[in-house]
């Protein structure tokens, strides 16, 4: 039921990535839904980010557990918090990803405040 609840998700994150805006934002989150799959990233991101595997072999891994290959926003989203995870002033990972859902549901959606804006 969770692989088909985040493959639904992702189908969402893909649609969506035509319509996204802003090269200067973490992309928004478009239903509570897709704020749940964030947090859920975010747990996995900061362990693998605890165990300092290699940011390059923490992007694969992360890639084949979201299937985000073919969406650029999910692509741009699960960069976003792996870099956000790969900080050492994040919170702890569960800390982590109650922060983003947190701020996701009370914001419409977006994550800036937690993930930090790009230039």
């Known amino acids: 039921m969770l692989q088909f609840t985040r493959i639904?998700?992702?189908?969402g994150l893909a649609v969506a990535a035509a319509s996204a805006t802003g090269v200067s934002?973490?992309?928004?989150?478009?239903?509570?839904?897709?704020?749940?799959?964030?947090?859920?990233?975010?747990?996995?991101?900061?362990s693998l980010?605890?165990?300092?595997?290699?940011?390059a072999k923490a992007d694969t891994i992360m890639a084949r557990i979201y299937d985000v290959m073919q969406s650029d926003r999910g692509k741009e989203l699960m960069?976003?918090?792996l870099d956000a995870a790969y900080v050492s002033s994040v919170p702890a990972g569960q800390r982590?990803?109650?922060?983003l859902y947190?701020?996701?549901?009370?914001?419409g959606g977006?994550?800036?405040?937690?993930?930090?804006?790009k230039l």
């Open 110 to 117: 977006d994550m800036d405040p937690v993930l930090g804006k």
């Open 8 to 11: 639904a998700a992702l189908a």
């Open 79 to 81: 960069n976003d918090i």
């Open 102 to 107: 947190a701020t996701c549901m009370k914001s």
């Open 49 to 55: 980010a605890r165990e300092q595997i290699q940011r």
């Open 96 to 99: 982590f990803a109650e922060e």
């Open 25 to 46: 934002a973490a992309p928004r989150a478009e239903s509570a839904l897709e704020c749940g799959i964030a947090a859920d990233m975010a747990i996995v991101a900061h």
